[in-house]
């Protein structure tokens, strides 16, 4: 009778340490993921920064020249309008 018993905490004490063990590879694990993910957040992110600010330099280029075919176009209709108020005074 004092086998058994003996043989069944020799058996818990096993499952113990086998469920101590694991509860530590998942805390190590989770570690682990996170400084993974956390790295790949990071990549990602300068991934993405390179095209973003590629569209903002051409977003910005395009203003830019929107800005100097309006200020053509208000010439234009400038000289167009002193034209005919000189034509007119003719």
Avoid: H
């Amino acid at each position: 009778m004092k086998e058994s018993i003996s043989q069944k905490e020799k058996l818990l004490m096993m499952m113990t340490e086998i469920y101590n063990q694991l509860e530590e590879l998942e805390s190590m694990l989770e570690v682990s993921f996170t400084v993974v993910r956390d790295n790949w957040i990071d990549e990602e992110k300068s991934r993405i920064a390179k095209p973003c600010q590629k569209i903002s330099s051409l977003e910005a280029k395009l203003a830019d020249e929107n800005v100097e075919n309006i200020k053509d176009q208000n010439g234009q209709a400038q000289k167009s309008a002193s034209l005919k108020l000189e034509l007119g005074m003719n």
